[in-house]
């Protein structure tokens, strides 16, 4: 298996320099945490996939209903008609989502449905003849997607070097990270010192210019970063009073990854003005994504002045079966009680998860819910691990030799299991990594 796909198959951020050589996995099943390799070995999934499988792998009512709805209507077209997946999950999702987020349009991932909003964003401004009012502020390090405009939000350096994006659309604030800041500064100072790069670029760009602010909850691909207490709440408040859409990007944070449905609410106390989500509203079963748009946002671009089309969407928006999908995916979370036991197993999760930073090679260990980064550090509070020395790398393959995968990110390295995952598999899951991590120090001692 592994020869064909090494002949035929590009990955995606595929390392061009070691095309057709580079080492990859088959995983060839899952059952609950676990994945088993094509050598039968089983390993923990620390990242879930790609922080999707939330209800865990292997679960033969999600087959069911799959199958039921493939037999009943496999598909049909978005455009004028719908199904009773879609109108069912659009309701559920309306129903989970904050008061005022009240429309929903299905898209096909989590890139598709960032990209959603940030259209909706242009067509309302359109509509409002406030053509100019179209620029993004992004962050760095935020990641959005692989779409041309999810892609031109995404603040990752090494993700931008090779295209060409719509640089003249956006603008980025710098890092929020608390870990960042300087030797004792506290962490209300450093809010208002981040709150304060965003009122300084919006007052430089000019808010007529600008149309969107778009934030992940916890800015996940970028390691974990959880953002100053206050800074989602005031970031907010400034674009209201600017009239700057806020779009809340919780492709990782929705679906109980932190304990909630939605993370903007309920964790961080703000209603946006479009949530972006994906991943886990399938549990990662089948690709889905949505866009959900306030009755505020909504009620600017419908009606009897705006005798026209929407031009967006595709031809597997709502698709029949991945909605079907993410309504089996909803009731097993309901009906599991798995906001509940997020809520519950998150503290011994981040507890052991805190206890990493006495290592020395290890300068922050950083998480919210089941959520998880560690990040490399050998001298010095503020100067990362060497690139050179790739403590992600070094620590993956330390992990997987012990049966359990994380997801290598240059000297951090991450992890967001399946939200079934018992208080004794947590104690596996970091009884391995602690192991894996002295095995790196040592190696590291003697270079
Ligand atoms: N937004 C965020 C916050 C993400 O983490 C991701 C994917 N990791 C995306 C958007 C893009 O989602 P997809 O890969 O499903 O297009």
């Known amino acids: 298996m592994l020869d064909v796909d090494q002949k035929h198959h590009l990955h995606p951020w595929e390392h061009m320099g070691s ?79 904050p008061e005022n987020l009240n429309t929903v349009m299905f898209t096909t991932g989590g890139s598709t449905a960032v990209d959603t909003a940030l259209r909706t964003m242009q067509f309302m401004n359109n509509r409002l003849g406030r053509p100019g009012k179209k620029i993004i502020i992004a962050r760095e390090k935020g990641y959005h997607g692989s779409t041309y405009l999810a892609a031109s939000v995404t603040g990752k350096e090494r993700d931008k070097s090779c295209f060409d994006f719509e640089d003249r659309l956006v603008r980025f604030l710098p890092d929020v990270n608390p870990y960042i800041r300087p030797e004792g500064m506290s962490e209300a100072a450093w809010c208002d010192a981040k709150v304060d790069d965003l009122e300084r670029l919006i007052a430089d760009v000019g808010p007529e210019y600008i149309g969107a602010f778009i934030a992940e909850p916890v800015l996940c691909s970028g390691g974990v970063i959880i953002p100053p207490e206050g800074y989602h709440r005031r970031t907010l408040e400034l674009c209201r009073r600017h009239d700057i859409l806020y779009i809340s990007d919780e492709v990782v944070t929705a679906f109980g990854r932190l304990g909630h449905w939605f993370a903007s609410e309920e964790v961080f106390g703000i209603e946006p003005d479009i949530i972006t989500c994906a991943k886990g509203i399938t549990s990662g079963y089948l690709p889905l994504g949505a866009c959900i748009i306030s009755d505020r946002v909504m009620e600017r671009m419908t009606g009897a002045d705006h005798d026209v089309l929407f031009p ?81 790398a070094r620590l993956d393959e330390a992990c997987e030799a012990r049966g359990l995968i994380v997801r290598p990110l240059i000297n951090m390295c991450v992890f967001s299991p399946p939200l079934t995952i018992s208080p004794e598999q947590v104690d596996q899951m970091f009884d391995i990594l602690t192991d894996a991590i002295s095995e790196v120090e040592e190696e590291f001692a003697e270079t």
Request: hydrophobic fraction near 40%; glycine fraction near 12%.
């Open 19 to 97: 095309w057709k050589e580079g080492e990859r996995y088959a995983f060839t099943r899952g059952d609950g945490i676990y994945v088993y390799d094509g050598a039968g070995r089983r390993l923990i999934d620390g990242p879930a996939g790609m922080w999707a499988v939330q209800i865990g792998y292997g679960r033969k009512e999600m087959a069911d209903a799959i199958a039921a709805q493939v037999m009943e209507l496999p598909y049909a077209s978005p455009w004028s008609s719908t199904t009773a997946p879609a109108a069912a999950l659009a309701e559920k999702v309306a129903a989970m989502a």
């Open 312 to 392: 967006n969407g595709y031809t597997y928006s709502a698709h029949p079966v991945c909605c079907a999908a993410a309504l089996k995916n909803i009731e097993i979370i309901e009906r599991d009680g798995l906001l509940e036991h997020v809520r519950a197993i998150a503290p011994q999760f981040q507890e052991r998860l805190t206890a990493l930073e006495s290592s020395p090679i290890i300068g922050d260990a950083r998480g919210m819910g089941l959520l998880g980064c560690l990040e490399g550090l050998i001298d010095g509070r503020n100067t990362p691990l060497d690139v050179q020395r790739t403590l992600g």
